[in-house]
């Protein structure tokens, strides 16, 4: 299975932008998919979460309102639309997936399959 990530790039405060992350095998409804960000020096951060069946999402305090997550299971993606970006914004991003529920999604090590990272980069 990959998950083939796209989308970033250099942005300003304030704008917006959407990454994608698609599933190579398989049905993603039967992924619980969340997106990590990791900026240099930092250990993996979780950010955002849509759950197997894809009825609850979970967010981070630092982009609710902002972040939104969205699973379309008729291109077999998910979403990660962003908005009023932030400096503090600026990592790498990866989405990363594992077939069934989670017992906590946040968690790193419980996700089988991971994109190959996108750059987002927020500048004033």
């Known amino acids: 299975v990959q998950l083939l990530q796209s989308g970033g790039g250099s942005l300003q405060v304030g704008s917006s932008v959407t990454l994608s992350c698609e599933v190579s095998e398989g049905s993603i409804a039967s992924y619980s998919v969340a997106w990590f960000r990791q900026a240099p020096g930092l250990e993996r951060e979780f950010v955002c979460s849509?759950?197997?069946?894809?009825?609850?999402?979970n967010y981070i305090d630092a982009v609710k309102e902002r972040f939104t997550i969205v699973r379309d299971n008729f291109k077999n993606a998910v979403y990660l639309e962003m908005m009023s970006l932030k400096p503090e914004d600026t990592a790498t991003y990866y989405c990363a997936a594992t077939l069934g529920p989670l017992q906590s999604e946040t968690r790193v090590d419980l996700y089988d399959y991971w994109g190959q990272g996108t750059q987002v980069t927020v500048t004033s």
């Open positions: 849509t759950r197997w069946g894809g009825a609850n999402t």
